[in-house]
């Protein structure tokens, strides 16, 4: 265990991120309305400084050596389309179609102990929507649409051997 010379100052508890976004849109005719956009963050290793500073026991010993986020990854791809001509069945269509990606892990290890456990969970989320609207006099529009939501997740924790960074 060392001691912190300046307690005000949380040793080693900054992070950085990077957040990428890009959209497109492109109007193939006087109708049709396609909106594309992409997004990406990515966040490194984040400690949890109040986790290290834990002694549930009052026993003068700390709990733990190391707790940290470890990097955290979030992708999105999104891809709408909307069509504003009139027909028998609709005057507008919308569909939206999007899937994400997300991992994010957890990592902690006891103080005087050699095992880290670390903790990962992924995220995979798709989707489709699907909405129509009919004005039927100017009185009453009718909307109807249909959703459809698929998730996987995934989540492993393991002991693993403490290694220096």
Request: glycine fraction near 6%; aromatic fraction near 14%; hydrophobic fraction near 35%.
């Amino acid at each position: 265990m060392i001691m912190n010379d300046d307690p005000k100052v949380q040793v080693a508890s900054g992070f950085s991120q990077l957040y990428l976004m890009q959209k497109i849109r492109f109007m193939p005719a006087r109708y049709w309305n396609l909106e594309y956009s992409f997004h990406y963050s990515a966040i490194s290793d984040a400690p949890r400084y109040d986790r290290l500073c834990l002694d549930e026991n009052n026993d003068g010993e700390l709990d733990y050596a190391e707790w940290y986020y470890g990097p955290q990854k979030w992708m999105m791809n999104r891809l709408g389309i909307l069509y504003g001509r009139s027909t028998k069945l609709f005057d507008r269509m919308s569909m939206l179609a999007a899937f994400q990606n997300y991992e994010e892990s957890r990592h902690d290890r006891k103080f005087n102990k050699t095992s880290l456990r670390n903790q990962v969970e992924k995220v995979n989320a798709g989707s489709l929507n699907l909405n129509f609207d009919k004005t039927i006099n100017p009185k009453a529009t009718v909307y109807y649409g249909a959703e459809a939501v698929i998730n996987r997740i995934n989540s492993n924790g393991q002991p693993g051997e403490y290694r220096n960074k």
